[in-house]
């Protein structure tokens, strides 16, 4: 009997420059694109949930960025790991596969890093999804003290302060534990994500990285000038119980973006973990219809 691999998952490299970025993909080559972006401290891991439960309808792209997961980099001092850099190899990524239209989803450091390369191409970005993914300072929490702190003097010691957010607790209990129901959260993610922090220079390429977040805060009015001016489609589906970003910063999109669609869930930050159906129901809903609407869904 032949099998059809058409919504298998498939795992690939592409160079860009000195990166060897590592991604994921599954769907139909000529299908539209959905290019997902994973966050801090994770990778395109987090996503497999979600890219079997979107591939009948989309060609499903999701990369590693560089400093997470599989995605070979060159080391600090060769390679300077701001978000700035990160957004230039994905921008490099989606010319060498060409890929001249596609929605974004966008999740925590996916947000900057997603939100730069739409501002810079905005005639290839066809939606956006944000799942916990900041723009807005209305979405920061309380919880952001030693990080402000670093970004306002760049000390040694505050550099320091801000370790704790790499260990193995912050991560598992923290980041992945807060607000969300225990018995529906697998242990799968938050052990690999621990794992790549262990990893030789890792915690110094994301310290490199918690300084240079300042500068996805200082681009925010440049991001939401570009939601002004553009208007794109937008769905934002948020962990409510998100320590870090709140639900505030997802109501906030509709500033800019009048007819920009939210919905709160019931768990954290990383609610895939535990809401991947229910998240891919919102995405095809709202895809078919704007995609539609920009007649590019074609026979996909």
């Given at each position: 009997m032949a099998v059809d691999n058409t919504f298998r998952v498939t795992y690939h490299t592409q160079f860009v420059g000195d990166v060897e970025v590592f991604y994921r993909q599954a769907g139909a080559k000529d299908a539209p694109v959905l290019l997902l972006l994973h966050g801090f401290p994770t990778s395109s891991h987090m996503f497999r949930d979600l890219i079997p439960l979107l591939a009948s309808q989309y060609r499903v792209i999701a990369p590693d960025l560089p400093g997470f997961g599989n995605t070979k980099a060159p080391p600090r001092g060769q390679f300077d790991y701001t978000f700035d850099n990160l957004y230039k190899v994905i921008e490099g990524f989606t010319?060498?596969?060409?890929?001249?239209?596609?929605?974004?989803?966008?999740?925590?450091?996916?947000?900057?890093?997603?939100?730069?390369?739409?501002?810079?191409?905005?005639?290839?970005?066809?939606?956006?999804?944000?799942?916990?993914?900041?723009?807005?300072?209305?979405?920061?929490?309380?919880?952001?003290?030693?990080?402000?702190?670093?970004?306002?003097?760049?000390?040694?010691?505050?550099?320091?302060?801000?370790?704790?957010?790499?260990?193995?607790?912050?991560?598992?209990?923290?980041?992945?534990?807060?607000?969300?129901d225990p018995e529906k959260l697998s242990?799968?993610?938050?052990?690999?994500?621990?794992?790549?922090?262990?990893?030789?220079?890792?915690?110094?390429?994301?310290?490199?990285?918690?300084?240079?977040y300042r500068s996805n805060v200082e681009a925010y009015p440049a991001f939401q000038a570009y939601f002004r001016q553009h208007q794109p489609p937008l769905l934002a589906v948020w962990g409510k119980h998100d320590p870090a970003f709140i639900p505030p910063g997802a109501q906030a999109y509709r500033k800019d973006i009048p007819d920009a669609e939210v919905h709160l869930l019931d768990t954290g930050h990383f609610a895939l973990e535990t809401h991947a159906p229910q998240i891919a129901e919102y995405i095809h809903e709202f895809l078919s219809r704007t995609l539609k609407g920009l007649d590019i869904l074609g026979e996909a």
């Open positions: 010319e060498a596969l060409e890929l001249t239209r596609y929605a974004l989803y966008i999740f925590d450091y996916g947000a900057p890093t997603g939100l730069r390369l739409a501002a810079a191409n905005p005639e290839k970005v066809t939606a956006i999804i944000s799942q916990n993914g900041n723009a807005y300072l209305e979405g920061f929490s309380d919880q952001w003290g030693p990080w402000q702190t670093y970004w306002r003097e760049p000390s040694q010691a505050h550099r320091e302060a801000c370790r704790p957010s790499l260990s193995a607790q912050t991560i598992r209990e923290w980041q992945y534990g807060t607000g969300t242990p799968d993610g938050y052990t690999l994500d621990i794992q790549y922090m262990a990893r030789p220079g890792a915690e110094e390429i994301q310290l490199d990285l918690i300084l240079d």
